[in-house]
């Protein structure tokens, strides 16, 4: 590996195997080592998705981040030692850094600095199949691009010069804003033609109920679609498998509604991506019902649940109905259920759990498995019941109809 790694370098090698990646993050006054142990847990699995390999994790307790370095002098030269000692590819922070932070760190470790943005940013390019998620992931990255240019590149400070650029001149910083504020602007033309002609689409569906599926990345969102819609909807254990919205129409007892399969949230998703698939999330807007999936095994589901609920209030969802679904009923037994617990002891804290989240859902909470089809008619026994109650007050008239 070069000493020197240079933004916009291009790599020319074929690398054959993956890149090797240390993680860092630091401890606030207001967190515990293991909730950033945990965080840490959820960046190791977007590292993996991304196709990197963690060889370690190193934590540093600040009471704020460092202005230049983030970690301090000392921790960032402790990091440089071991990517020495060890070949180590990159360095990825849980944290966003900026364009200032990257550059002296990159000055210091000689590796490539990565932050959990621009880790997430690259998840989403890597993952985005058609014309709409291309330029919105594109967008994004310009977003998050243009105010880090000053720090990221330093040969931008210098004066262009030659024919017709002489007297005062322009700085090449200012052209590359100048081209960067340019290509949002055209990419932001494009996705509003792609977005009025989902409206179109959309109102083209007629007067059928949409349902949308909505929660935290990897919770299962896609196999519960393929469940009830008997489609194939891409559907693997890795962090944003899904971008684009799938819509597919279903019928359950002779009754017809549409059900979306939509992009997966995530804590700390960066507020350009957001902003970015607005028009995606139209889908999750203008629904009729949305389903939150929620992954019950994972240990840090209540939080989890409260990020999904935060974004969707603020993309304009907070009021429709939710119908909760707690998937991996079977992961979380093998998790919390001790091997020495009776099948009574069990089978009561089930029905504790059950009554809890029936209680915050107002008996809107399904508990199933379905990778296992556990707890299936069940959930289409509530869907159905929920969405023929939203047609009759929709249309009391077409009652008998539907």
């Not at 196709?51 to 970690?71: E, N, Y």
């Not at 991996?328 to 009554?355: G, V």
Request: overall charge negative; proline content about 2%.
């Amino acid at each position: 590996m070069s000493e020197k790694w240079n933004i916009g370098e291009k790599n020319l090698t074929i690398r054959t195997e993956p890149e090797k990646a240390v993680l860092v993050a630091i401890v606030r006054q207001e967190q515990t080592e293991q909730l950033v142990q945990e965080y840490l847990d959820e960046l190791d699995f977007l590292t993996q998705t991304a196709g990197a390999v963690v060889q370690k994790r190193i934590i540093q307790k600040l009471a704020h981040p460092d202005s230049r370095t983030f970690i301090g002098s000392g921790k960032a030269e402790e990091v440089a030692q071991y990517c020495e000692n060890h070949d180590i590819d990159l360095v990825i922070f849980d944290d966003d850094l900026s364009g200032k932070q990257t550059n002296i760190l990159e000055e210091i470790i000689k590796r490539k600095i990565v932050d959990r943005s621009s880790l997430i940013l690259d998840i989403f390019a890597n993952n985005a199949q058609t014309a709409q998620a291309k330029a919105q992931v594109e967008l994004a990255q310009m977003q998050y691009m243009l105010p880090r240019l000053r720090g990221l590149w330093t040969h931008l400070e210098r004066q262009r010069g030659g024919i017709g650029m002489r007297g005062p001149g322009e700085k090449e910083i200012e052209t590359d804003r100048r081209i960067v504020r340019d290509r949002i602007a055209l990419l932001k033309d494009k996705l509003s033609k792609i977005d009025q002609q989902s409206q179109t689409q959309r109102k083209g569906r007629g007067e059928m109920i949409r349902v949308s599926l909505v929660g935290y990345t990897n919770v299962g969102k896609s196999t519960i679609m393929n469940e009830v819609s008997k489609s194939e909807v891409l559907a693997e254990n890795k962090l944003f498998a899904t971008l684009d919205t799938t819509v597919r129409k279903v019928v359950l007892n002779q009754m017809p509604f549409l059900l979306s399969d939509t992009v997966g949230f995530i804590r700390k998703l960066p507020h350009h991506l957001v902003e970015s698939f607005k028009s995606t999330l139209d889908e999750v807007r203008e629904s009729d019902l949305l389903i939150h999936v929620v992954d019950i095994s994972h240990p840090q589901h209540e939080d989890q649940i409260e990020v999904v609920t935060k974004t969707l209030k603020e993309i304009g969802a907070g009021s429709i109905p939710v119908l909760f679904v707690f998937n991996k009923m079977d992961l979380y037994r093998k998790n919390y259920f001790d091997e020495f617990l009776s099948d009574e002891e069990k089978t009561q804290l089930e029905i504790e759990l059950r009554e809890k989240w029936n209680r915050q859902s107002l008996d809107r909470a399904i508990f199933l498995s379905a990778i296992n089809r556990e707890g299936i008619e069940e959930f289409r026994d509530k869907l159905i019941e929920m969405v023929s109650a939203l047609y009759m007050e929709r249309y009391p008239h077409k009652k008998d109809f539907w």
